[in-house]
């Protein structure tokens, strides 16, 4: 049986946050990410709160909602739409780079 890596089990617990550890990790309330994810702007697996699990991904999307809304005053609507633009653009970054090599 092979041993996986630190990384490897480190990414497989960022996996699988609960609310409450994504609230810790984010510095945030629950209510507010509950918001988030009535707006779409989150996506955990699960059907109730008690039962989200959420992907290392929604720490990200998490902070930077925050300080959109928070630094900004950017509305949940508005943040949805930036996030998208955002990971829009980190992707054709990422498209560009590979096809520079």
Request: with cysteine; proline share 2%.
């Amino acid at each position: 049986m092979a041993k996986k890596s630190a990384e490897a089990v480190s990414a497989e617990l960022i996996e699988a946050l609960t609310l409450a550890e994504l609230c810790r990790s984010c510095g945030v309330r629950a209510d507010w990410i509950i918001e988030l994810v009535e707006e779409g702007i989150l996506e955990p697996t699960g059907r109730e709160p008690s039962a989200w699990r959420f992907t290392a991904t929604s720490i990200r999307r998490t902070r930077t909602a925050w300080r959109l809304q928070h630094d900004l005053g950017v509305n949940r609507a508005g943040i949805a739409v930036a996030l998208n633009l955002i990971e829009e653009r980190e992707q054709l970054y990422i498209r560009l780079q590979r096809g520079e090599r």
